[in-house]
């Protein structure tokens, strides 16, 4: 639907919203778990009258997609 949007209007606001977090805990010496999450959010409206404001208040109803990624790091020896 996205895509047909940008067909109809091609003067239409598009607009991205990227976020990410990362939490980083070494447990022991050279030894961590890493956690990454992002959400990527994005949308176009046909109402370029719009203002900045009101344009970056439509991005977070914007529906999201999310990633969750872990990693766990263990020093193995001396």
Do not use: C
């Not at 949007?5 to 890493?34: C, H, K």
């Not at 409206?45 to 766990?72: E, P, Q, Y």
Request: net charge positive.
């Amino acid at each position: 639907m996205e895509e047909a949007a940008r067909i109809d209007a091609p003067d239409a606001q598009q607009r991205a919203l990227n976020g990410s977090m990362v939490l980083r805990w070494e447990y022991r010496p050279a030894s961590f778990l890493t956690l990454v999450w992002n959400q990527r959010r994005e949308g176009t409206s046909a109402d370029i009258t719009r203002s900045t404001a009101h344009v970056l208040g439509d991005a977070f109803g914007d529906r999201g997609t999310n990633v969750v990624l872990m990693k766990v790091s263990m020093r193995v020896g001396s």
